[in-house]
Nanobody, 120 residues
């Protein structure tokens, strides 16, 4: 089983910044893609950004130029630096990771979510 523990959410004013972190633990042999999704009340969960093991990144159009995703493979940790936050960024942010165990079984796991609230 893989555990993803997120941190860094909170309340910030419009234009503020936050940095989210997510660390994966367990009998992990390798992690392919790590990413962040978000879900606002009444809306579907959507991809914010992800990054593969080679550092290739993918961003939602709504966050390009404002958010930066990065990872530390040695620590099984992914980060999301969020700048110029807008009230529309208010949501629960979920970490996601997929990869393989030492048993060669695959995994695709989610964190418990961290609340990000941007006040207008």
């Amino acid at each position: 089983q893989v555990q993803l523990v997120e941190s860094g959410g909170g309340l910030v004013p419009t234009g503020g910044s936050l940095r989210l972190s997510c660390t994966a633990s367990g009998r992990i042999r390798s992690i392919n893609t790590m990413g962040w999704h978000r879900q606002a009340p009444g809306l579907q969960r959507e991809l914010v950004a992800n990054i593969d093991s080679n550092g290739r990144t993918n961003y939602a159009d709504s966050v390009k130029g404002r958010f930066t995703i990065s990872r530390d493979n040695a620590k099984n940790t992914v980060y999301l630096q969020m700048n110029s936050l807008e009230p529309e960024d208010t949501a629960v942010y979920y970490c996601n990771a997929d990869g393989g165990f030492y048993s060669n079984l695959p995994f695709n796991s989610w964190g418990q979510g961290t609340q990000v609230t941007v006040s207008s």
